[in-house]
Every structure is written in C-alpha cells, then in structure tokens.
C-alpha cells in the first residue's frame, strides 16, 4: 500500500476530526475507496473508538433516481435519521470508477430528491455548525478522477496528496500553520460590511456584516485551503462569470455567467448545459441566492481538476455557491442545492473591502 493513504488516514482522525475513545464514527465511501476506508477503520479500531462502514453503490443511487416513486423518495430510512441524530464524527471517502455515472438523469428528478433529503442535510449542517459533530470529507484517487482532471493515476495521486501536503514530514505543522496566517485574516475580515469583486466580464458587490469568516484548514475538508462566509441574502448585486466550468451531478456546464439584482440570480445563461443549470437554479426558492462567498488559498492546487473539493481551494480564486448557506458562518439561506463555482482571479482582478483594497490579482494585500 501506498505509505501515504496511512499517513492521510492518520491525519484525518487525529487531526481533522480529532477522534476520541468510545466515538461511534461513520466511514462511507465507494468500493474504489476501499483502501483508504480499511486504513481509517482499522486506526479508529486502534484508537478505541467504534467506527462502522456504509459502502456506496453508485448503481443503485442511478436506480433510485430513474425508477422511484414519490412515496419512495419521500421515504428516510429510520436507520439514517438514528446516523444523523447519534453518530460522533463522520469521514466521507470520495473518489470512484465513473464520475459521470448520474449525468444522464433528469435533473428534475435530482432535484427533487434532494429536496426531500434537505431536513437530513440542514440537521448534519447544524450538528456540525454546533460542533457536536466532527466530519471531514476526503478523496482518494482513482482512475476516473485522474481522467477528469488529464493526468494519468500517477501523476494524479502526487497531485492528491500534495494539495494535502501528505507528501511532506509533518503535514499537521503545516495544516496548524496555515491555520495561524488565515485566523489573522479571519478577524480583519469579519470587521467588514461591503465587499466588492472585480475581474473579467465581473463586478459583484455584496454585504457582509455580522457575518462569520471561517478559517477552513483541514478540519472539515481535505485537502483544504479557503476561507467563506455568506453575504447578506438580498445584498449581492452585479454579475460574475466563472472562470472554469461548473460541475455538479456529473454535469459539466461551461462559461456560466450570472446576473443578480437584490441578492437573487435573475438571469443565467451558459455556453454548455445551460438548460440543467436552469434547472437546478429553479430546484427551490433559495436556490437563486448566494449561501457562500469564499478565497481559495491552496496555492499548492496550482491547475483545474474538474474535481470541486481541490478546485474551489485553488489559491488565487474565488467561488460563490448557489443554495444553501453554511450555518456556522451565520447565513440564512436556505436549499437543497449547495453547487460552488469559481472565478480566476490572478490576473487583472482585486478585491475591495469597504472601498480599501484588500486582495490583487491573486493574493492578499493585507
């Protein structure tokens, strides 16, 4: 095995979510994951806690979303409401065989049932914005992913675990590192109200105050490297055009551009799959609306990777997501879609906070 998975695994339960004797731990994954998910069970297994596997069947969940009914879709097996209520901590293993094994259902379909999955979702964003229960998402690389971003599995992997920094000696110092630079950012920024981005075919404004900044450095995603928060939900005016496609769903919709008035995306349009991107934007009422604002600061993700755990870290970006606002930053919006998409800002962009400029063309003036 590769030395490395040992290593991830062990930072994932030391370091992000901190694991504890006696924990009952949640580890879910795709059977392409398998040798990362063994690793994590048996060091939680070591650590004393009581972790137990769901494996992931992608087949199914294309089953399900074809040939459901309403009532079927409607229905939350009690074993998942028990999961979401009791568990401890919780490590989802992403990575699998076909990344694109969804992209031929109706969106419509996913969006409902998504929609019927929201009370789930809201009560594991608040137990995990109460800090009563730890969690981290992570990914192990595999052939589908490694095609997604053109690389062979090789160079892919070195790609992984180097935005992890998983490579080097200690990767927590560094983690703890990163997390001492990005809290002195945190609290210049949570003293803001307006903020104002500008760059190509871009000139957003939106509201900020009151809100909280979270210092995103491992704890909940890894690799990591971004700070966010959610702007006032009627505050964002302007329009943006993302940079990279946006992908979700196993959907890649290319060249998106948005156009907002009083918070509120009143008209899109999309170069590629513009009518699924329609349609997820139609999914609810707070699905048009801003839940995140964020910088990415992983200046070790130095290229796409049609993958949005890496690419919405990529330093010298931004991403806005539709949907759902994370709790812990104070926002108030609400959806069953939470879908991030990024703007390059290394060239010919800055960032304004209450008029002083703040960040230019792809780092922190600050």
Request: charged share 30%; net charge positive.
């Amino acid at each position: 095995m590769d030395p490395r998975v040992k290593k991830l695994a062990d930072v994932l339960l030391n370091y992000s979510v901190k694991l504890k004797k006696g924990q009952w731990l949640k580890i879910q994954g795709e059977v392409a994951t398998l040798p990362l998910i063994t690793e994590v069970y048996e060091q939680a297994i070591k650590l004393g806690a009581n972790p137990f596997v769901q494996v992931i069947v992608p087949e199914a969940q294309e089953a399900f979303l074809k040939y459901a009914t309403e009532e079927q879709m409607k229905f939350i097996a009690p074993n998942l409401k028990l999961e979401v209520d009791r568990i401890d901590a919780l490590v989802h293993i992403w990575g699998g065989t076909n990344t694109r094994n969804l992209s031929r259902i109706d969106p419509k379909r996913q969006a409902k049932a998504q929609q019927y999955r929201r009370p789930l979702s809201e009560k594991l964003m608040k137990r995990i914005g109460n800090k009563d229960l730890s969690w981290v998402g992570t990914l192990y690389p595999t052939h589908s992913s490694a095609q997604d971003a053109d690389m062979s599995l090789t160079d892919y992997e070195d790609f992984v675990y180097r935005a992890g920094h998983v490579h080097a000696g200690d990767p927590v110092k560094h983690w703890k590192k990163i997390e001492k630079e990005q809290n002195r950012l945190v609290k210049i920024l949570n003293q803001i109200d307006q903020l104002h981005i500008l760059s190509n075919d871009t000139d957003l404004k939106m509201r900020v105050k009151g809100r909280k900044w979270i210092n995103c450095c491992g704890t909940e995603n890894f690799p990591d490297g971004e700070i966010f928060t959610a702007p006032l939900e009627t505050s964002v005016e302007g329009h943006i055009r993302y940079s990279f496609p946006a992908v979700y769903g196993g959907r890649e919709v290319e060249d998106v551009r948005l156009e907002f008035k009083k918070g509120k995306v009143i008209k899109e349009t999309a170069a590629k799959n513009e009518a699924f991107l329609t349609s997820m934007l139609n999914m609810d009422k707070g699905a048009r609306f801003v839940g995140e604002v964020a910088i990415g600061t992983n200046y070790e993700i130095k290229r796409f990777s049609r993958n949005i755990l890496f690419d919405e870290k990529i330093g010298g970006t931004c991403h806005l997501a539709v949907g759902a606002s994370i709790p812990e930053s104070g926002g108030k919006n609400k959806s069953a879609l939470h879908w991030d998409m990024i703007c390059d800002l290394k060239k010919d962009s800055e960032i304004t906070a209450d008029g002083k400029v703040i960040y230019r063309n792809g780092k922190f003036t600050i």
